[in-house]
């Protein structure tokens, strides 16, 4: 049976400055629902996410700030950052761990700048909600094996998809250049590209 994340729920202590500060970074609103002055049900969703972020009032017993560690993937962690602080979002540095793995907890063996070699799962950035609950944006630019299935490929977003156009047009002209021949076939070969590369499975040579 497949169960996919629908909706994580975040402690705010105000709901309407909670709403004005998603909305201004573009998150989409979805719902604003009270049925009474005790109750109040507000749903956004990032860019490109199928889960969406609900906050309100009398929704969770969370005091408002004690979300951590709610992460949201990008496939460029310059580019987010450059977004993130034209919305008035305050996003931090770009980091990496110096684990080199994931990350760990609050700010230990944070270092600045991207990863080294750029590896995709390895770069970070941070940034809070008025309330102080924490988000992080990890860079993915190629996922790792078994994450996705090849069969059930999709994309989340009109941007999402004319990125990884972007990458298989590049990689199919090194293919290109490597065979010494132009590919007649190659609407397939992006194809086969890009379900690969989002699969985490064998590229195409």
Same mark, same amino acid.
């Given at each position: 049976?497949?169960?996919?994340?629908?909706?994580?729920?975040?402690? !705010?202590? &105000?709901? *309407?400055?909670?709403? $004005?500060?998603?909305?201004? #970074? @573009?998150?989409?609103?979805?719902?604003?629902?009270?049925?009474?002055?005790?109750?109040?049900?507000?749903?956004?969703?990032?860019?490109?996410?199928?889960?969406?972020?609900?906050?309100?009032?009398?929704?969770?017993?969370?005091?408002?700030g004690?979300?951590?560690?709610?992460?949201?993937? !990008?496939n &460029?962690? *310059?580019?987010?950052? $450059?977004?993130?602080?034209? #919305? @008035?979002?305050?996003?931090?540095?770009v980091?990496?761990?110096?684990g080199?793995?994931?990350?760990?907890?609050?700010?230990?063996?944070?270092?600045?700048g991207?990863?080294?070699?750029?590896?995709?799962?390895?770069?970070?950035?941070?940034?809070?909600?008025p309330?102080?609950?924490?988000?992080i944006?990890?860079?993915?630019?190629?996922?790792?094996?078994?994450?996705?299935?090849?069969?059930?490929?999709?994309?989340?977003?009109?941007?999402?998809?004319?990125?990884?156009?972007?990458?298989?047009?590049?990689?199919?002209?090194?293919?290109?250049?490597?065979?010494?021949?132009?590919?007649?076939?190659?609407?397939?070969w992006?194809a086969?590209?890009?379900?690969?590369?989002?699969?985490?499975?064998?590229?195409?040579?």
């Open positions: 049976m497949d169960m996919k994340l629908e909706v994580v729920v975040v402690p !705010v202590a &105000d709901v *309407d400055r909670s709403k $004005d500060f998603y909305t201004a #970074l @573009g998150w989409r609103l979805d719902a604003d629902l009270a049925t009474s002055d005790t109750f109040r049900v507000v749903q956004v969703t990032p860019p490109g996410s199928p889960a969406s972020v609900i906050f309100g009032t009398s929704v969770t017993a969370q005091e408002p004690t979300a951590q560690g709610l992460h949201l993937i !990008v &460029d962690i *310059d580019a987010a950052y $450059d977004e993130l602080k034209r #919305l @008035g979002a305050e996003p931090s540095e980091w990496h761990d110096a080199g793995i994931f990350h760990h907890a609050g700010t230990d063996e944070r270092v600045s991207p990863s080294p070699d750029r590896s995709s799962y390895g770069s970070f950035l941070s940034f809070e909600d309330d102080g609950n924490g988000w944006l990890q860079e993915v630019t190629t996922r790792l094996p078994g994450r996705i299935d090849p069969a059930a490929t999709s994309f989340a977003s009109t941007d999402d998809l004319a990125a990884a156009l972007r990458r298989a047009a590049h990689a199919h002209g090194e293919h290109e250049a490597r065979t010494g021949q132009e590919d007649a076939d190659w609407p397939d992006y086969d590209y890009m379900v690969k590369e989002q699969a985490g499975t064998e590229l195409p040579s």
